[in-house]
């Protein structure tokens, strides 16, 4: 229906208002509505009559308007057969993960295979930690870079699996003096979609279950990448980019969730 979107960008609106500019039935925008001012996502300044929030705002954003709908059209399917898939397993560790058991294929076919999924699932991904601190808010990249190679060619950051580019782009803007070329790469289907044109950035196709292509780079990055992968694959694909390091004091920084008694 696109409430949240809709009363953004008038500020202020009725039921009747929201209906029209909705092609929505009123009982059904007034029902609703009631669902949201209850949760506090939209205010009611009136009988019928309604006013964005700050929570309006956010949720009618191109980062979380991604997020409701990719994470509906995910969960959705995989919570609905959760109890089944836990009985069918005998609640022991499964094969096979919850949404590959409810939708027939594994979470990485399942959003390839629906393009207008995919685009959710990238914005979500790429604007997900606005407000939060950046990873050069806890990485002293400044400190790490008296060894970069005067080489024309040579490469200081790979972002590996960087989605939008939303970290290369953070580096460029932070970091304009720290010489080398930039990186991004990610699946074929991720690359050719990115409209962005990431200045100083280069796209590069790549699967990173495949052998590195830019060997001896000063940093290779795989950012919230391990915890959507068992322990098998992770090893595997960290392996091919640790062997294109060339020389000693490069690294492959991994920045994900882990649990203090793993570390």
Not at 24 to 36: C, G, I, N, Q, T
Not at 41 to 50: K, L, S
Not at 98 to 119: C, H, M, S, V
């Amino acid at each position: 229906m696109g409430l949240p979107h809709v009363l953004v960008e008038a500020k202020e609106m009725s039921a009747d208002e929201l209906a029209v500019k909705c092609d929505a039935d009123k009982l059904l925008v007034v029902r609703v509505m009631r669902v949201l001012t209850a949760m506090d996502i939209v205010d009611e300044t009136g009988e019928e009559q309604y006013s964005a929030s700050p929570t309006t705002v956010a949720l009618a954003s191109a980062t979380w308007t991604g997020a409701v709908r990719f994470l509906h059209d995910t969960l959705t399917p995989a919570y609905a057969k959760l109890s089944e898939y836990y009985h069918n397993a005998s609640f022991l560790p499964p094969e096979k993960t919850a949404i590959e058991y409810a939708t027939g294929t594994d979470f990485w076919k399942f959003i390839n295979q629906r393009p207008t999924l995919r685009q959710h699932f990238l914005v979500y991904m790429r604007g997900r930690k606005d407000g939060n601190p950046r990873w050069l808010d806890y990485f002293p990249v400044t400190t790490q870079v008296d060894d970069l190679s005067t080489a024309e060619d040579a490469v200081t950051l790979v972002d590996i699996g960087g989605n939008l580019g939303h970290d290369v782009k953070l580096f460029r803007e932070r970091c304009p003096d720290i010489p080398g070329r930039v990186v991004l790469m990610d699946l074929p289907e991720v690359v050719r979609g990115n409209t962005d044109p990431l200045d100083g950035v280069e796209k590069v196709e790549y699967d990173f279950f495949t052998p590195q292509p830019v060997i001896g780079a000063k940093f290779y990055m795989f950012r919230s990448i391990c915890h959507d992968w068992p322990d098998e694959a992770c090893l595997k694909f960290l392996s091919n980019t640790v062997k294109s390091r060339l020389r000693r004091r490069r690294s492959v920084e991994v920045i994900d969730i882990a649990d203090p008694s793993d570390l």
